[in-house]
């Protein structure tokens, strides 16, 4: 389903022999690329829950949505991919909303391994983007970072085969 969506614009002619110059505009494979090369550095989407620590994730977090906003921002995108990467920022916001406002471990109490705030966010936060980076990839034949991929859903391969054939 990938289809070429290179687009240039013109900039300037020169005379007397009809010379054009032109740009290149990011296409939206150049764009998902971009994206996706952004959330492979994010150690937060594929590191083990026990070494993060949530001021880290949260500063993560915000650079993230801060650095999708100029891709939003390019009128070159087209409509599908700006959905996608309105609801990466969604996802992003999301998890800080639900980290809410930083506190001391010591007033959250005790709380077995795997069940703290931090951790739950992080789950469903990994869960919920590794859907948006393999729908990213397959759809705009990309690869995703050995990291990424361990947060991209691939039951028995169900995920990459509905964008085959």
């Known amino acids: ?5 290179t687009r240039f614009r013109l900039t300037g002619g020169t005379t007397p022999f009809g010379g054009t110059q032109w740009e290149r505009k990011d296409d939206d494979r150049e ?11 994010r150690r937060m989407l594929w590191k083990d829950f026990s070494l993060e620590i949530e001021e880290h994730c949260v500063r993560s977090a915000n ?10 921002n390019n009128p070159e995108i087209s409509a599908e991919l700006a959905r996608c990467l309105q ?9 800080l909303d639900e980290l809410g406002p930083g506190g001391d471990e010591m007033e959250r109490g005790w709380r077995p391994m795997g069940t ?15 859907v948006q980076i393999g729908e990213l990839a397959a759809q705009y034949d990309l690869d995703v970072s050995e990291e990424l ?9 169900w995920f990459f085969e509905r964008f085959d054939g």
């Open 1 to 5: 389903m990938l289809t070429d969506m």
């Open 31 to 41: 764009i998902a690329r971009r994206v996706l090369n952004l959330l492979a550095d």
């Open 63 to 72: 650079d993230v949505r801060q650095q999708i906003g100029p891709h939003l």
């Open 87 to 95: 609801l990466l920022q969604r996802l992003f916001r999301g998890f």
């Open 116 to 130: 703290d705030p931090l951790s739950m966010a992080l789950g469903r936060l990994r869960g919920l983007v590794g």
């Open 149 to 157: 991929a361990t947060i991209v859903p691939d039951h028995a391969g």
